[in-house]
């Protein structure tokens, strides 16, 4: 609003300029043909008119300078009243803030209350449901801990009867077992002995078979000596004797010696000569009974 006052007085003072201006303008002769009275009229004219030009500037120049302090004035006041308007707007937004600040602080703590409310409702919601689920699984416990106990006595008792069954039948098994041992063991004893008979049997007729065997060899080693003998011309009477043979496997022969003589060594010396020139003697195809002829004690008698 100041502003708006000091530019219309400063337009008003730039009008009465202006006016001034012009009648001076019109005032002055320009014709240049005027007396010099009228020159000094002119002159007093134009000195009067300076004279009230200057005064009419002095108060103008009053006037602006008053406008002036005015307008410095008006500046001075607006500054304070836009001062004082920017003081109460701050402390007016300050105020603002503060009242803001205050509700977001009541609803920063009503909203806390109540999610504290809200917790301690969730907290007891919980706390009676971790109470329920205690309960309940405690129940459970007992429930299960009676089942098991119950299954335990069960099967305790189902592994008494078990063991009880299985002790019967291990008795029983051991009784069969043993009935069935002392049947082998009698089956066996009757079959070893029944073996052990026949065996004898056996062994009886092999070794009266090889008695033979051994008879019958020995007759014809005897007989093959008789046939390669020469009896002595000096050797008169009945004469005999035991003559030890060592044939070979191919029933050659090794060795011949007199084992028990004849009292004649002319019939000794001839028996020994026989049982060579009959080599090779007459042994069993069987070689396992070569041992039975290892060392032959044959008694040469050419009269027997």
Request: with cysteine; glycine share 2%.
């Amino acid at each position: 609003m100041a502003r708006i006052r000091l530019s219309r007085d400063v337009a008003i003072a730039v009008a009465i300029h202006a006016i001034l201006f012009l009648l001076l303008l019109v005032s002055i002769d320009w014709s240049g043909d005027k007396m010099p009275g009228e020159q000094g009229e002119e002159e007093q004219i134009v000195k009067a008119t300076v004279v009230d030009d200057a005064r009419m500037k002095a108060e103008e120049d009053a006037r602006r300078k008053a406008a002036e302090d005015k307008a410095a004035a008006e500046r001075k006041r607006a500054e304070a009243v836009r001062r004082k308007q920017e003081a109460e707007r701050k402390a007016a937004a300050e105020q603002k803030r503060k009242a803001e600040e205050r509700k977001r602080a009541e609803d920063t703590a009503r909203k806390a209350a109540e999610e504290k409310a809200v917790a301690e409702r969730k907290r007891q919601a919980e706390v009676a449901q971790k109470a329920a689920a205690e309960k309940a699984a405690a129940e459970k416990a007992a429930a299960e801990k009676a089942a098991a106990e119950k299954a335990a006595a069960e099967e305790r008792r189902r592994q008494e009867e078990a063991a009880r069954k299985a002790a019967e039948e291990k008795a029983a098994e051991e009784l069969r077992k043993k009935e069935e041992a002392e049947r082998k063991a009698a089956e066996e004893k009757a079959l070893q002995e029944q073996l052990q008979a026949e065996e004898t049997q056996l062994a009886a007729r092999r070794a009266e078979k090889v008695r033979s065997i051994l008879d019958h060899y020995r007759m014809l080693i005897r007989q093959k000596i008789e046939r390669n003998w020469i009896r002595p011309p000096s050797s008169q009477g009945h004469l005999s004797c035991i003559v030890k043979v060592r044939p070979a496997p191919d029933g050659g022969v090794l060795s011949a010696r007199i084992a028990n003589g004849s009292g004649d060594a002319a019939f000794d010396r001839s028996v020994v000569a026989a049982v060579f020139k009959a080599s090779p003697l007459p042994l069993p195809d069987d070689r396992s009974l070569y041992d039975q002829f290892r060392d032959l004690e044959i008694k040469f008698d050419p009269e027997d």
